[in-house]
Nanobody, 120 residues
Framework: QVQLVESGGGSVQTGGSLKLSCSVSGTDNEIYDMSWHRQTPGDQRRLVAEVNLGGSKNYVYTVKGRFTISRDNAKNMVYLFMNNLKPEDTAVYYC??????????????WGKGTLVTVSS
């Protein structure tokens, strides 16, 4: 079965950096999109950054210039490099992947999340 496992969360001060990693296992199918989302209490899960199979990237405007998403297709890994962190970046970060299924249609899978806390 497909599993996504995040790592790298933790606590940092404002202006600090963290690197999140996510490994995807249990599939030999093509991984179309890989993404990071985040969620705070009482709010919905929101997209932070995504990268498609061709390498095109998209970021929410609040992290542009501070966060970088990267994928390693050979290892089925996706990373999120977070610099100049702000207290408003505090959230549980989830790794997501859209993986090819029967007929080529993509199916979404999620990790369990990793907590990032940024203190002022």
């Amino acid at each position: 079965q497909v599993q996504l496992v995040e790592s790298g969360g933790g606590s940092v001060q404002t202006g600090g950096s963290l690197k999140l990693s996510c490994s995807v296992s249990g599939t030999d199918n093509e991984i179309y999109d890989m993404s990071w989302h985040r969620q705070t209490p009482g709010d919905q899960r929101r997209l932070v950054a995504e990268v498609n199979l061709g390498g095109s990237k998209n970021y929410v405007y609040t992290v542009k210039g501070r966060f970088t998403i990267s994928r390693d297709n050979a290892k089925n890994m996706v990373y999120l490099f977070m610099n100049n962190l702000k207290p408003e970046d505090t959230a549980v970060y989830y790794c997501g992947s859209r993986i090819a299924g029967p007929g080529g249609y993509g199916r979404d899978y999620w990790g369990k999340g990793t907590l990032v806390t940024v203190s002022s």
